[in-house]
């Protein structure tokens, strides 16, 4: 499993927009692809840029190669559509993480 993070500090005079298109339109149209099984919307704690507020999507893969493939052939349209709509608001960069183990709280 691999975790496909992309964090993005986002104008805070579009702030709540950008919220609500993520919600409603991005994020639903990435799961959509079918290379991932779920996402969490994440706000960074402390060390915000002035003017902006930071976050980070967390789409969690079903396999590396579904996530080459998204990245290969969905990814482009996506970010273009979301550029597009936020242009200039947002700075943004892309990681990868393998997912070694889980550990899990049982009560």
């Keep these: 499993m691999v975790l496909y993070n992309v964090t993005i500090s986002i104008d805070i005079n579009c702030e709540q927009e950008w919220l609500d298109w993520m919600r409603e339109v991005h994020i639903p149209d990435v799961i959509k692809t079918g290379f991932f099984k779920e996402a969490k919307i994440c706000r ?13 999507i967390m789409y969690t893969s079903y396999t590396e190669e579904g996530l080459e493939d998204y990245k290969k052939n969905h ?21 990868e993480l393998r997912v070694l183990q889980e550990f899990i709280h049982e009560s």
Excluded: C, D, M, V
């Design 44 to 56: 960074l704690i402390g060390g915000e840029e002035e003017g902006g507020k930071t976050y980070a």
């Design 75 to 95: 990814a482009p349209k996506l970010q273009l559509e979301h550029n597009a709509k936020f242009q200039g608001r947002f700075a943004a960069f892309r990681s």
